[in-house]
């Protein structure tokens, strides 16, 4: 799973970092300071999660869920547990508290997993969901019906 | 004299507020979680300013006036803490003229305004620059603290003007109208907050 860790303070980041790293099938990309470099980031290469300080200068955790739909699932880390209610209302795979405890963390880190394998599901779902719906299989379908 | 001690009081709740703000408490904590197996020596050091932050805010509803000696310690402190947060990025400086260490001065004047400079002028970009200077001009002491941010008015830091306003009631209180606080913009760009005292004390 490869994660990004994007937090403004710089022991906050290493911290998380060093704890991840210690989470078998982890691996940390990239630490970043701020929303902008997320989005550079990603469009160098892909993540599986991404773990975001709520407040961070200029483009806080949320404002950037909100404005980018097609982020990778997201984990919010802060100190403060206000924002726990937007933070769900926008689908995040989880919340922690800092400082995070890696019992907490590896159970987010389910979390995501969990959230990949739902993901999977249902994009395949969706797939065959699509092709049943092409006019011309319908006709292919219904004449093999038929026959 | 009671207006005064009340004003002295919600200085004090106020302090007491920012230091048990979930937001600088947890954060705190983690920096220092973070440090342990990094740098253990600065996170003791990081504890030790945690600890005498809260004691100095503690203190300050109990009595009028400190040393400027002591109040320039916390700031150095508070200083300290912030800059571990951001590295490299959070620049701090604290010049103080010779002979001033025994002035007396009501707590937390100048706290407020440091606080200020780093949550509006830097916190909120990648970085910065904050410098305290303290000096003596005939009967004045004159205090600037400078940020190189946005200026005053440009940022979005909400609370800036709740402890400006607490800042100048407090100088009415303990001075009359013998004190100063200008805030401006600072000539580099950036604001300047000035703090003018009369050395000899209140206004009897």
Same mark, same amino acid.
């Given at each position: 799973?490869?994660?990004?860790?994007?937090?403004?303070?710089? !022991?906050?980041?290493?911290?998380?970092?060093?704890?991840?790293?210690?989470?078998? /099938?982890?691996?940390?990309?990239?630490?970043?300071?701020?929303?902008?470099?997320?989005?550079?980031?990603?469009?160098?290469?892909?993540?599986?999660?991404?773990?975001? *300080?709520?407040?961070?200068?200029?483009?806080?955790?949320?404002?950037?869920? $909100?404005?980018?739909?097609?982020?990778?699932?997201?984990?919010?880390?802060?100190?403060?547990?206000?924002?726990?209610?937007?933070?769900?209302?926008? /689908? %995040?795979?989880?919340?922690?508290?800092?400082?995070?405890?890696?019992?907490?963390?590896?159970?987010?880190?389910?979390?995501?997993?969990?959230?990949?394998?739902?993901?999977? *599901?249902?994009?395949?779902?969706?797939?065959?969901?699509?092709?049943?719906?092409? &006019?011309?299989?319908?006709?292919? +379908?219904?004449?093999?019906? %038929?026959? | 004299?009671? =207006?005064?001690?009340?004003?002295?009081?919600?200085?004090?709740?106020?302090?007491?507020?920012?230091?048990?703000?979930?937001?600088?408490?947890?954060?705190?904590? /983690?920096? =220092?979680?973070?440090?342990?197996?990094?740098?253990?020596?600065?996170?003791?050091?990081?504890?030790?300013?945690?600890?005498?932050?809260?004691?100095?805010?503690?203190?300050?509803?109990?009595?009028?006036?400190?040393?400027?000696?002591?109040?320039?310690?916390?700031?150095?402190?508070?200083?300290?803490?912030?800059?571990?947060?951001?590295?490299?990025?959070? $620049?701090?400086?604290?010049?103080?003229?010779?002979?001033?260490?025994?002035?007396?001065? &009501? !707590?937390?004047?100048?706290?407020?305004?440091?606080?200020?400079?780093?949550?509006?002028?830097?916190?909120?970009?990648?970085?910065? +620059?904050?410098?305290? +200077?303290?000096?003596?001009?005939? *009967?004045?002491?004159?205090?600037?603290?400078? *940020?190189?941010?946005?200026?005053?008015?440009?940022?979005?830091?909400?609370?800036?003007?709740? +402890?400006?306003?607490?800042?100048?009631?407090?100088?009415?209180?303990?001075?009359?109208?013998?004190?100063?606080?200008?805030?401006?913009?600072?000539?580099?760009?950036?604001?300047?907050?000035?703090?003018?005292? &009369?050395?000899?004390?209140?206004?009897?």
């Amino acid at each position: 799973m490869k994660a990004l860790v994007v937090d403004d303070e710089d !022991p906050a980041r290493r911290r998380l970092a060093r704890m991840l790293g210690e989470i078998a /099938n982890v691996e940390v990309m990239g630490e970043l300071e701020d929303g902008d470099a997320v989005l550079r980031a990603l469009e160098r290469q892909p993540a599986d999660v991404l773990f975001l *300080d709520v407040r961070m200068p200029g483009f806080d955790g949320i404002g950037l869920a $909100q404005r980018y739909v097609d982020l990778p699932p997201i984990v919010f880390v802060t100190a403060y547990d206000h924002y726990a209610v937007s933070a769900f209302e926008l /689908n %995040a795979v989880d919340y922690l508290l800092k400082p995070v405890r890696i019992e907490r963390l590896v159970t987010a880190v389910e979390r995501v997993r969990a959230r990949q394998m739902t993901d999977r *599901d249902a994009v395949g779902r969706a797939l065959t969901a699509a092709q049943n719906a092409d &006019p011309l299989r319908l006709l292919g +379908s219904s004449a093999v019906s %038929a026959g | 004299m009671l =207006v005064e001690r009340k004003a002295a009081l919600e200085a004090q709740l106020q302090a007491l507020q920012a230091r048990t703000d979930p937001h600088f408490l947890f954060n705190r904590l /983690n920096t =220092v979680a973070s440090l342990i197996p990094e740098n253990p020596e600065l996170a003791e050091r990081t504890l030790e300013r945690l600890a005498d932050l809260f004691r100095y805010a503690l203190e300050a509803g109990h009595v009028r006036t400190v040393k400027l000696q002591r109040e320039l310690g916390m700031v150095a402190d508070y200083m300290a803490l912030q800059s571990t947060r951001f590295g490299d990025r959070l $620049q701090t400086s604290l010049e103080v003229a010779e002979g001033l260490a025994e002035i007396d001065l &009501p !707590p937390l004047l100048l706290q407020p305004l440091v606080e200020n400079a780093i949550l509006h002028g830097v916190a909120q970009r990648r970085g910065g +620059s904050v410098a305290v +200077s303290v000096r003596r001009e005939r *009967d004045h002491l004159i205090v600037e603290v400078r *940020d190189d941010g946005p200026g005053p008015g440009a940022s979005a830091h909400i609370g800036a003007g709740t +402890s400006v306003r607490s800042v100048r009631d407090r100088l009415r209180l303990h001075y009359d109208e013998t004190a100063s606080l200008s805030l401006a913009a600072d000539s580099g760009g950036g604001c300047l907050a000035r703090l003018t005292l &009369p050395i000899h004390g209140p206004s009897l």
